[in-house]
């Protein structure tokens, strides 16, 4: 009897410890939270946050703003300078872990790819106007306004800042831009202040328009310089 009793309490604990286990074919999301179909922009960002990644930009057909997707579409092959139109499926996460993804996605099909080539105006020379919020550089007589010189066949770029040459790499697909790998020669002047909130405005364009002869640069949507075109 007392045998018996001891091992019917063996197996009640040993049940008891299994039932708090997890069960290992416990789904990590639900099978479909829905079919969406998501433009993709022609260049990724940066995302936000102290993390170096680069994020691609997506939104829904009838959104205006563009949103950061850090997490990647499983089986799409993104390839910049390119416009893509893309039907998913989306998986919720139930259980994300902290800072993790709240969504995965799986590629159904490409319902478009369309190439953004870069608008051939901007292959030219510009003399700066304006900036916004650049006071050094605003009031630079007509003499030191710096120059703007755009090579689309090599996808380079220079000029003259107010005190040095300098010189970069661009990047454009349709009315995005990306200037990059900026440098200079180092002689050194009175109007390095205006030098710097210069260089500034190529870190922070991120677009562009063409009007009336001025190339107009945009971070985020908003205005930060104007160009006029003088060859």
């Not at 919720?92 to 800072?99: A, C, E, F, M, Q």
């Not at 120059?147 to 040095?164: S, V």
Request: glycine share 6%.
């Amino acid at each position: 009897m007392r045998n018996n009793l001891l091992l019917f309490v063996v197996l009640s604990l040993l049940a008891a410890c299994k039932t708090t286990q997890p069960k290992q074919d416990t789904p990590f999301f639900t099978t479909n939270d829905g079919i969406q179909v998501l433009l993709v922009a022609n260049h990724n960002r940066a995302c936000p946050g102290p993390e170096l990644s680069e994020c691609l930009l997506v939104k829904a057909e009838n959104d205006q703003d563009w949103k950061f997707l850090r997490d990647p579409i499983e089986g799409f092959f993104y390839e910049a300078g390119y416009e893509y139109k893309l039907k998913v499926r989306v998986h919720k996460v139930l259980n994300p872990t902290p800072g993790g993804s709240t969504h995965l996605y799986n590629l159904l099909e490409v319902l478009e790819k369309k190439p953004s080539p870069p608008d051939m105006r901007l292959y030219d020379i510009w003399a700066f106007e304006s900036a916004v919020g650049k006071p050094a550089l605003n009031a630079l007589p007509l003499e030191k306004k710096p120059m703007l010189e755009i090579n689309l066949t090599e996808k380079r770029f220079g000029g003259n800042a107010p005190c040095n040459q300098y010189f970069g790499q661009i990047e454009t697909y349709g009315s995005y831009i990306r200037f990059g790998g900026v440098g200079a020669t180092m002689m050194a002047c009175q109007n390095a202040k205006a030098e710097s909130e210069y260089f500034a405005i190529f870190t922070a364009a991120n677009t562009f328009k063409i009007e009336n002869l001025r190339l107009i640069l945009y971070q985020d949507g908003k205005e930060i310089a104007r160009f006029r075109k003088i060859d």
